[in-house]
């Protein structure tokens, strides 16, 4: 199985800070077709995760453009600018492109 | 809209089956494979199954396979998880969620408690 090691675990930021979240997988994520399958989602307290980019830097539809995304092979990266109060939960990586799809295990963005 | 409504949750004794279902609406069923994703209480997430559009193909978890079967009704537009053998480790928040490069959209939840 691919393994997802995401860091750091948890985050302290100030609203209008920048953050960087980590996102390692233990082997390629580049797909046969050429597309590599690395998601991110945000889950905000009480809420189902949602969609924030795929195939590691495509924004989904209505996202802010102060989520940005980036990586290749098996190094990946979530940066978000400006946090907001919105902005807080728990980040997850996921990848789809080896079976069993895996996840990271989080990373908890907090107030500073 | 997409909206995706999960249904059949509850509180099963160990060893009981329980089916949930999915109603998907606001964009073609049919084109596009669907998951199951579930989240035990304060813990991360955990991929559980896949099916294709057309039911061609199924992807199990080693955790649960051989005892969840994902199939689905493309004329009533759902999604379902039957799930049998059930265990206390099977305790969680289970979610459908629609496949197109990532998850794009997931349901509410249903909660599962599996206890004696």
């Known amino acids: 199985d691919v393994v997802m090691t995401q860091t750091p675990v948890s985050l302290s930021v100030s609203l209008g800070g920048q953050v960087s979240i980590s996102c390692r997988s233990s082997q390629s994520l580049v797909h046969n077709n050429g597309n590599t399958y690395l998601s991110w989602y945000l889950q905000k307290p009480g809420q189902s995760p949602q969609l924030l980019i795929y195939k590691v830097s495509n924004r989904f539809s209505g996202i802010s453009d102060r989520f940005s995304g980036s990586g290749s092979g098996t190094d990946f990266t979530l940066k978000i600018s400006r946090v907001e109060p919105d902005d807080l939960g728990v980040y997850y990586c996921g990848q789809g492109t080896q079976y069993p799809r895996t996840f990271g295990g989080g990373t908890k963005l907090e107030l500073k | 809209e997409v909206q995706l409504v999960e249904s059949g949750g509850g509180l099963v004794k160990p060893g009981s089956s329980l089916k949930l279902s999915c109603v998907a609406s606001g964009f073609t069923f049919s084109s596009y494979g669907m998951h199951w994703i579930r989240q035990a209480p304060k813990k991360g997430l955990e991929w559980i199954a896949l099916?294709?559009?057309?039911?061609?193909?199924?992807y199990y978890a080693d955790s649960v396979k051989g005892r969840f079967t994902i199939s689905r009704d493309n004329s009533k537009n759902t999604l379902y998880l039957e799930m049998n053998s059930l265990r206390s480790e099977d305790t969680a928040m289970y979610y459908c969620?629609?496949?197109?490069?990532?998850?794009?959209?997931w349901g509410q939840g249903v909660m599962v408690t599996v206890s004696s």
């Open positions: 099916i294709y559009y057309d039911s061609s193909n199924k």
């Open positions: 969620a629609k496949s197109d490069g990532g998850y794009d959209y």
